[in-house]
């Protein structure tokens, strides 16, 4: 066969150019037929892990919340010894006191307190606290011009226990003493004056029997009269002994 020139390879079926014995040159397609494309490579498994950030810890974390969740259903469900499911605990009611437990709210200007196996009343905002002794409070005004003090009373009834403070010093009585009587409480009220060390002292001081049956005192020192009787009002109208509270006075 002419070198060079195409001819026809029985053992390739197809056109070859040379000779038969340079061996195939290039190979072309047989007349009326198209070049293959390689078919695409087939994708291989997908990965069972996830490609996205923290996918393996999202994963366990969800494994544990799942073996937490059936752990604890066991648990609430696991039968008592009776063979049936323990009831779910009853819820606690919120605790709220009831109004007798909570005691008078003090009127606007005034605060109320508690001294311990004492008394609990109302007494004026700002006033200050002094201890006297075991049975007797003190409330110090701003400018220490007057003074509130609540106190026990030794005596037989409030009229005798005054027979004491008719014998102070320079002792002169400002208005009629009268009794009074509110609710359960009654006593006697007195307004005097008296010399003090450094001054005269005018007074108005009330002394009763609470609802414990026993005896207390309260006296406002210095300010002017209509203080002096307001102050002492509210205190006894707000005074309750120790015990459980009790309503305030009309």
């Given at each position: 066969m002419?070198s060079?020139?195409?001819?026809?390879?029985?053992?390739?079926?197809?056109?070859e150019?040379g000779?038969e014995?340079?061996g195939?040159v290039?190979?072309?397609?047989?007349?009326?037929?198209?070049?293959r494309?390689?078919?695409?490579?087939?994708?291989?498994?997908?990965?069972?892990?996830?490609?996205?950030?923290?996918g393996?810890?999202?994963?366990?974390?969800?494994?544990?919340?799942?073996?937490?969740?059936?752990?604890?259903?066991?648990?609430?469900l696991?039968?008592?010894?009776?063979?049936?499911?323990?009831?779910?605990?009853?819820m606690?009611?919120?605790?709220?006191?009831?109004?007798?437990a909570?005691?008078?709210?003090a009127?606007?200007g005034?605060?109320?307190?508690?001294?311990?196996n004492?008394?609990?009343?109302a007494v004026p905002?700002?006033?200050?606290?002094?201890?006297i002794?075991?049975?007797?409070?003190?409330?110090?005004?701003?400018n220490?011009?007057s003074?509130l003090?609540?106190?026990?009373?030794?005596?037989?009834?409030?009229?005798?226990?005054?027979?004491?403070?008719?014998?102070?010093?320079?002792f002169?009585e400002?208005?009629?003493?009268r009794?009074?009587?509110?609710d359960?409480v009654s006593?006697h009220?007195?307004?005097?004056?008296?010399?003090?060390?450094?001054?005269?002292?005018?007074?108005?001081?009330?002394r009763?029997r609470a609802?414990?049956?026993?005896l207390?005192?309260v006296?406002?020192?210095?300010?002017d009269?209509e203080?002096?009787?307001l102050?002492?009002?509210?205190?006894?109208?707000y005074?309750?002994?120790?015990g459980?509270p009790?309503?305030?006075?009309?």
């Amino acid at each position: 066969m002419t070198s060079g020139g195409p001819y026809w390879n029985e053992d390739a079926q197809s056109w070859e150019y040379g000779s038969e014995d340079d061996g195939p040159v290039a190979a072309t397609p047989p007349p009326g037929e198209s070049s293959r494309t390689p078919a695409p490579r087939r994708p291989g498994p997908r990965s069972r892990t996830s490609t996205r950030p923290g996918g393996r810890v999202l994963r366990v974390a969800a494994l544990v919340v799942v073996v937490f969740t059936i752990a604890l259903t066991a648990a609430l469900l696991k039968p008592s010894d009776d063979g049936k499911p323990d009831d779910p605990a009853p819820m606690e009611k919120p605790h709220s006191a009831s109004p007798s437990a909570v005691g008078p709210t003090a009127p606007a200007g005034y605060r109320m307190v508690r001294e311990k196996n004492l008394f609990r009343t109302a007494v004026p905002v700002g006033w200050k606290r002094e201890v006297i002794d075991n049975s007797t409070i003190d409330y110090n005004g701003p400018n220490l011009d007057s003074y509130l003090s609540v106190f026990r009373v030794e005596g037989s009834t409030s009229e005798e226990s005054f027979k004491t403070v008719r014998e102070l010093s320079g002792f002169k009585e400002l208005a009629e003493f009268r009794s009074f009587t509110k609710d359960q409480v009654s006593g006697h009220h007195m307004e005097y004056q008296y010399e003090g060390e450094s001054r005269v002292w005018q007074v108005f001081e009330s002394r009763f029997r609470a609802t414990d049956g026993k005896l207390y005192g309260v006296a406002v020192y210095g300010g002017d009269r209509e203080t002096r009787w307001l102050v002492a009002d509210t205190t006894l109208r707000y005074f309750c002994p120790p015990g459980p509270p009790c309503t305030v006075l009309p």
